[in-house]
């Protein structure tokens, strides 16, 4: 199975909202760059990416931040 390190889908017109499957166990994504779409809903589906380090949801209408241990949006 592959595991991407990076998730790049910056300005592309995406809609509706992250997948709950974003980051499965074993997920070594480390940058998320998902700003300029049209996505909506939580963030939640990233609190499950321990492994990432950066992160740009700027430009969509989430309707949650992120919390968690040393992270809050």
């Known amino acids: 199975?592959?595991?991407p390190q990076v998730l790049d889908l910056q300005s592309n017109s995406l809609m509706?909202?992250?997948p709950?499957?974003?980051c499965p166990p074993g997920s070594q994504l480390e940058m998320v760059q998902v700003?300029?779409?049209l996505l909506?809903?939580?963030l939640e589906p990233l609190?499950?990416?321990t492994e990432l380090t950066q992160l740009?949801?700027?430009?969509n209408t989430f309707t949650?931040?992120?919390t968690g241990d040393g992270v809050q949006c």
Not at 56 to 59: I, L, M, P, Q, T
């Open 1 to 3: 199975m592959l595991h």
């Open 40 to 42: 909506t809903g939580p």
């Open 64 to 66: 949650q931040g992120l």
């Open 16 to 18: 509706g909202q992250l």
């Open 56 to 59: 740009d949801v700027s430009g």
């Open 35 to 37: 700003r300029n779409n």
């Open 47 to 49: 609190t499950r990416c």
């Open 20 to 22: 709950q499957e974003l």
